[in-house]
Nanobody
Framework: QVQLVESGGDLVQPGGSLGLSCAAS????????MAWYRQAPGNERELVAAISRDGRTNYSDSVKGRFTITRDNAKNTVYLQMNSPKPEDTAVYYCNAGSWYLYSTGPYWGQGTQVTVSS
């Protein structure tokens, strides 16, 4: 079993920056792919970025070049650095874990953290 707790969601201005963190419990953290998803009102949940245990990454085209996903296996934590956010990045951001594959979704979810991009 894995428990995920996100933090860092906030109101941020377009063109600013914001960092999200997801702390995971469970000894299997370092073996799983970790990912960030987001869901805006009226939309389906979508992948933002994923990172394998050895650092390979997969990004949504909409955030490529602006967002960076990293992980610290020693701290059981995954991060999402959001640079130059846009209003369309406004959503609840969810941490995801439990998949062994970079292009698959795991069974474990955090509770979500709200990111609002607005001036």
């Amino acid at each position: 079993q894995v428990q995920l707790v996100e933090s860092g969601g906030d109101l941020v201005q377009p063109g600013g920056s914001l960092g999200l963190s997801c702390a995971a419990s469970g000894s299997m953290f370092s073996f799983y792919v970790m990912a960030w998803y987001r869901q805006a009102p009226g939309n389906e949940r979508e992948l933002v970025a994923a990172i394998s245990r050895d650092g390979r990454t997969n990004y949504s085209d909409s955030v490529k070049g602006r967002f960076t996903i990293t992980r610290d296996n020693a701290k059981n934590t995954v991060y999402l650095q959001m640079n130059s956010p846009k209003p369309e990045d406004t959503a609840v951001y969810y941490c995801n874990a439990g998949s062994w594959y970079l292009y698959s979704t795991g069974p474990y979810w955090g509770q979500g953290t709200q990111v609002t991009v607005s001036s």
